[in-house]
């Protein structure tokens, strides 16, 4: 059983940075594929990056590309979601997931989310 927690998010001007942070506790991070998620108000709760369970592979939604990185470190049981050049249209709320499938069985989890306010 995992626990995440967001933190990091917060009111930053257009062009900005921001990291994010999801740590976990109550077990090991190392075999689960990761997950930035965001939904804005009434908007589809869309994925913005994920990355492999052994960090090797990432990917991005386009609207993020070239602005986003995503990270891992899995002796301190947590990912990032280093953010820069924010725009407005950034605004949302964050939230980290982290999911597995062994031996048929599937394994998922949730953060509560951090809000991230991009606006001048």
């Known amino acids: 059983q995992l626990q995440l927690v967001e933190s990091g998010g917060g009111l930053v001007q257009p062009g900005g940075s921001l990291r994010l942070s999801c740590a976990a506790s109550?077990?090991?991070?190392?075999?689960?594929?990761l997950h930035w998620y965001r939904q804005a108000p009434g908007k589809e709760r869309e994925l913005v990056a994920r990355?492999?369970?052994?960090?090797?592979?990432?990917n991005y939604a386009d609207s993020v590309k070239g602005r986003f990185t995503i990270s891992r470190d899995d002796a301190k049981n947590t990912v990032y979601l280093q953010m820069t050049s924010l725009k407005p249209e950034d605004t949302a709320v964050y939230f980290c997931?982290?999911?597995?499938?062994?031996?048929?069985?599937?394994?998922?989890?949730w953060g509560q989310g951090t809000q991230v306010t991009v606006s001048p």
């Open positions: 990355i492999s369970s052994d960090g090797r592979s990432t």
């Open positions: 109550g077990g090991a991070f190392s075999s689960y594929v």
């Open positions: 997931y982290a999911g597995r499938t062994t031996w048929g069985r599937t394994y998922e989890y």
